[in-house]
Every structure is written in C-alpha cells, then in structure tokens.
C-alpha cells in the first residue's frame, strides 16, 4: 500500500484571463482570480481541489497542461518512492501566492503528475486546498477526474500501480472508453480518479467534474454517450478544453 495521494488541481491555460474568467462564468463556473497576479491566474475552487486557470499570450483555445496529486508526508512519500524504484527529483516551487513542495517524477514516457504540499503562508497551507463552501451554479462540486493519453497502457499501468502502491490483485482491468473506444483503466485516489486512455502522445485530455445531480445545473449545453456516466461540454463550448459533470 503506497502513501495516500488526492487528485489536488488541474492546470488549464488560455490566451487571456479576463475573457476566460467571464466565459467560465456563463458556463456555470465561478473562477477567483489571484490578486498577485490578476492578469495572468485565477482559481477555480472545488472541494478540497481546484482548476488552475492561467494566460498563456499568443496560445490559441483552451487547454489542460498538467495535473497535481496532493500528499501529506513528505518523509513517508521519499520512503515510499525509494521502496518502489521510482526515480524524482523532490524541490520547491514559488507560486503567485506561496510554496509548495513539488516532486516530480522521472519514468520515461509515462506521463506523470507532479506531486504537491503547499507550505506558505502557513496559515493558509495547514488548510489547502480549501472546503468549497456551495457548488457552482452548473452544480460542480469536486475535481472528479483526469483523463490522460498514455502511448502505451500496460507501461503507463505498470508505473502508476507502482506508484500507488498498487499489488497483483488490485491493478483494474482495461475497458474501452464510452465515448472514443479507446481501451482504458480507472485509477481511484484518495480523491478523485485518475483515468489512463491507450494510445494517446502523452498528457491530459480530458477533465471531469462531480456534481450531486445532472438535473437542473446551468451553464453550457452538453452531450451524452452511451454507456458514459460523464456529461461532456459540447464542441467548442470550452474553445477545445474537452470538460465533463459527472454525477457522484
């Protein structure tokens, strides 16, 4: 059993903040933008979890660029890594608006997320991410899910289960995806689930939210697949960032 790790924040990148910020609101998602730097980042806030919504000039559309799962421990975390054989590198990285300690991951050509614990300001990091106080008013509630493209999914398994903690007996079994037919494995967290796509060039495809209901949100129009419990934004809603409710 490896040491506990929650889905902790989704990077997405657009051109500009400010219209991004406004769109995010007719979608039914409300970001905050970040005082120090009110032109360039903002957060989404979700339970415990967040969107990181940053400019990047002269980019085109909407796009997700990473994801970050949270620990607690950083000694039992370096323990766990060095039982497992993953190589990393363990630093600190400077925010708009504090620290973190930030791991990253070397394994090749699996795409892996950074691992992160805020540190600073103190009074903010011993409780970070924060509760969400009320739902969106498309109903988002929790960072759900991160669809990641893998080129290879027994690699990207092999890896992941290692990183986990995961034994013999509790690495899931591949299903094809509802909605490319994909083949696919759903890997649960502490919170949150990270899901790994066969066949993609590496990185985050896709990003789900929870929500209590799918009735009655506001916010976007979107579209079902069968057999697919998500319901995904439709075509250019989100200027090519592929975002999903989910009922949890």
Known sequence: MGTPLWLDHASVQVP???PAVEHLDRLGLRA???PAAPDRHSRAYLHRSYLEVSARPGGTGWSATSFFLRFEDPMALRAHLDAVGLAYRFGEYE????TWDDVEIDAASVPFPILVRRTAPPEVARDWPPALAEPHRCGART??????GVPSLGEALEAYGRLLGLGPDEMPGSVADPRSGRMRLVL???SGRVVLLDGGTGGVERIVLGVA???GVDGGSRTRYEGDPVAWLDPGEAFGLELGLAQE
């Not at 925010?95 to 504090?98: A, E, P, S, T």
């Open 16 to 18: 500009e903040l400010g």
């Open 32 to 34: 905050t933008v970040s």
């Open 95 to 98: 925010g708009v608006d504090g």
């Open 143 to 148: 960072l759900a899910e991160v669809h990641v």
């Open 188 to 190: 649960p967290l502490a």
């Open 213 to 215: 209901s799918l009735e």
